[in-house]
C-alpha cells in the first residue's frame, strides 16, 4: 500500500492507495471519529458494485451502519440532491456522533463533503473514490460543492476529509469514457508540476488505458503527491493552489456551456488544457512545440482536442463566472514551459482566437455529447 500524507497540522490526513482495501475492515480501524453512526452516501451506479462490500467493512467500527442513495450524474449535483442527504440524516435520527463516507466519483464526493460540512455545522466524513479521477483529485485537499444553474461548484466549502481510501481494483468497473476523463487530471499534474511525471505519463498512457495496476498505483500516488504539496501551501486557495485549475476556465465553460452531464468533466479539461497551452503560445510563454506535444497526449488518452463551438458571447459569459475572475477581469492558468505554471488575465481576442482555432467541426458538435 502507499500512503500519502496530506499535512495540515490539526486537519492533516493520510490517503491510502492499494487495490483491495475496500474489503478489509482493517482499512477502517484507526480512522479517529466517533463510533456512532456511519452514513455511506453513495449513488445509483455504484451502489449495487460496492456499497454492500464498503458497510461490511465498516461494521465492526460502528453502532450503525446506514446508506443513502442518490441518483447519478453531475445534473444531479443540486441543492434539491444535496438536501435528500440531510433529509436522510436527520430521518434516521442521525446526530454529531456521525461519520459521512463519499463512495463513488467526484461529484458523490463534493457533495458529500459539503453535506458533512454543513450538517450540524459540521461532521467528519471519508472519501472512498471509486473514479480514477476522484482518486487522482477530486477526494483530496477538501474542495466541496454543488453547481448552480448559472456557475460550476459556485455552491461549497473547504472541508477536508479523515482519510482518504482509493481501492484501485474499483477502476476495473469504471466505463471507458470515465477513464479517459480521470487521465485529463492526471496529464494536468503532471504539466503544471513534474516533466518527468509527463515523460512517465508518454510512455505508460497505454498501460494505463490498458488498466494495468500498478501503472494506476503509480499515477495516483504521483498526483496525490502534487496535490498535497500544493494543499500544504494553499489549503484555501489564496492564490498557488490556483495552478490546479490548469484547463479549468475553458472546461468548466464547456460543462456549463453544453449542459452539465453532456461534457464530462474530464473531457472539458481536456479540451480546456488544449486551449489554455494554445493561449500560452499566443502570449509568448510557451513554445508551440510543447502545446503540441501535449495536445498529442491528451489526444492520445481518448479525451476531445476540440471544443464546441458555444458561440463567441456564451463563451465569454461562461468563463466570466469562474472563481478566479477578479475584478471583472477572466483570469487563466496558463504555462511559461510544461511544468511552469502562471495565473494571468489575457486579453479576450487571444482568448477568442484559440477558441477559434480548436472549435470541432459542426458534424462533431453532438457526437461528443
Ligand atoms: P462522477 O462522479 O459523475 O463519476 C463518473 C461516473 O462513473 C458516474 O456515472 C458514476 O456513477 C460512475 N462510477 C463511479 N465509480 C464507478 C466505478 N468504480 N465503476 C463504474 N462506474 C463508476 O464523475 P467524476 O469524473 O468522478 O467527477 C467529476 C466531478 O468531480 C465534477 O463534478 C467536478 O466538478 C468534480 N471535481 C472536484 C474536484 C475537487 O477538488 N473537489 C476536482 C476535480 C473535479
Ligand atoms: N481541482 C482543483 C483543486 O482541488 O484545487
Redo the contacts with the bound molecule.
Sequence with gaps: MTTVRIALDSRAYDIRIAAGLLDNPSTFASIAVPKGTALVVT?T??AP??AARLEQSLQPHFARVLRCTLP???EY?TWETLNQIFTDLLRQQCDRKTTLFAL???????MT?FAAASYMRGVPFVQV???L??QV??S??G???I?HPLG??MIGAFYQPRLVVADLS??H???PR?LS??LA?VIKHAAIADLDFLDWLESHIDALIARDVTALGEAVARCCRIKADVVAQDETEAGLRAVLNFGHTFGHAIEGGMGYGNW???EAVGAGMVLAADLSVRLGLLPPADAERLARLIARAGLPVRAPDLGAARWAEWMQVDKKTEGGAVRFVLLQGLGRPVLRAAPMAEVQASIAAHLQPVSAQTETA
Excluded at 463513488?104 to 463534493?110: E, F, S, T
Design positions: 449513488n451506479t455504484v458494485l460496492y447519478d450524474g453531475e449535483k463513488g466519483g467526484g461529484v458523490i464526493g463534493d463533503g473514490p471509486t473514479t479521477l476522484a483529485d477530486s483530496v485537499g474542495k466541496t460543492a453547481n460550476k461548484n474499483t477502476l468497473s469504471l466505463p470515465e476523463a480521470g487530471e464530462l468533466h474530464g
